[in-house]
């Protein structure tokens, strides 16, 4: 296969209601979308690149030019047998996972509809359904929290995650346990802590929690593995983990008990493959985070979750949980069971909504191959 053309849009699409963690808060989603004809096919992948860089350094203003002036550039005119040859291509252009993720992604699209397979049989995944759970912003107060929780699990998601910060964190789990007893719940704290707060996160081990997400620096395995020996609840790694080799160098440490995988955190899916493949080899449960994705990036991360190491449920919930109108057709749905249904069709499994991509464009830029 080879790649002909490529086309890059910046797109901006309202949330059905603002998302805040312990660093932002989000009333619109803004991203990167790539599109690769190779074949006469084309493939579709997202660059979960925000507006602002408090989640990685790469936002969409950074991401552009990388991606216009060197990593497009690098994959025009290539032929590829497989979407791993697209990735190993891009690695010379150090660090900017989340550009590359969404160009990986477009040519591990264009790699299932050939073979006529869906995405998730050719990353190797095997589950027909996977388990979700629901991701829970900072709110004003915790009466506020505690109603959003009520309603998805009235919706049936299987696991519920709370983002805290120093403040809003001992006293909210608390409440959530008094309201709604032993439900499958975790924490995340993105990077709100120092090793100087361990003895208020210790009180977090008295809740039975599944595991506390990312507490400190957003670049530290050391401290990490400083805190998990104080602490009963496993420490699950996100933003410091770029690759299958950081989180093995984390694991060695006993930085982390859990991995979460984001396939654009480490560049695309070929790598986030390498990294559940280390993780099952070592026991190590593993799971899908997100990135707020539209159906683009949500329909990959469904795919990659029905790899067998995946054990532990998404944060994959359903579109309209997210947006008024998503890019996909059909949106994604979580059944009554809490699951989600992994698409069997080629290729990513949904169609992309043209109509829709033209409505929330900011700009546009298309690059040719070389005759």
């Known amino acids: ?56 350094e790469e936002t969409v203003d950074t991401a552009w030019p990388i991606l216009t002036q060197f990593l497009i550039p690098r994959v025009l005119g290539l032929r590829f047998a497989h979407p791993h040859e697209v990735a190993d291509r891009l690695r010379p252009v150090r660090r900017n996972y989340l550009a590359k993720a969404g160009l990986e992604a477009a040519a591990w699209d264009i790699y299932a509809q050939a073979h006529g397979v869906s995405l998730a049989r050719a990353l190797g995944g095997s589950r027909t359904r996977i388990a979700v759970g629901m991701s829970v912003g900072i709110e004003p107060t915790i009466d506020a929290l505690l109603g959003r929780i009520e309603t998805w699990l009235a919706q049936g998601y299987r696991r519920i995650k709370v983002k805290i910060k120093p403040g809003f964190d001992r006293e909210v789990v608390a409440a959530i346990r008094r309201r709604f007893g032993p439900i499958p719940l975790q924490v995340d704290a993105n990077t709100a802590y120092t ?5 208020s996160l210790r009180e977090l081990d008295a809740y039975d929690l599944i595991m506390i997400e990312q507490p400190l620096g957003h670049d530290d395995i050391i401290d990490h593995a400083a805190l998990q020996r104080e602490l009963r609840t496993p420490l699950c790694l996100d933003e410091s983990l770029c690759s299958a080799e950081d989180a093995r160098k984390a694991l060695d440490l006993g930085a982390c008990r859990i ?30 985070g997100g990135f707020l994705e539209t159906g683009i990036g949500r329909a990959a991360n469904v795919a990659l979750c029905s790899l067998p190491g995946f054990t532990l449920p998404a944060d994959l919930g359903a579109s309209r949980r997210y947006f008024h109108e998503d890019l996909i057709e059909p949106w994604v749905e979580v059944n009554p069971d809490g699951t989600v249904d992994v698409p069997t069709g080629p290729g ?23 005759p």
């Open 259 to 288: 991995v979460n995988i984001k396939a654009a955190r480490m560049g695309g899916l070929s790598e986030a493959q390498r990294c559940h493949d280390l993780c099952s080899e070592r026991g190590v449960p593993v799971w899908c």
């Open 348 to 370: 990513l499994g949904f169609a992309v909504v043209e109509r829709l991509v033209d409505k929330y464009t900011l700009r546009a830029e298309t690059f040719r191959a070389q």
């Open 1 to 56: 296969m080879k790649i002909e053309r490529v086309e890059l849009r910046q797109i901006r699409m309202p949330y059905t209601f603002p998302f805040e963690t312990a660093v932002d808060r989000d009333t619109d989603k803004d991203c990167l979308l790539v599109r690769a004809w190779a074949d006469g096919l084309s493939g579709w992948g997202e660059s979960p690149v925000s507006a602002k860089p408090f989640y990685k």
């Open 195 to 199: 090793l100087g707060d361990a003895a």
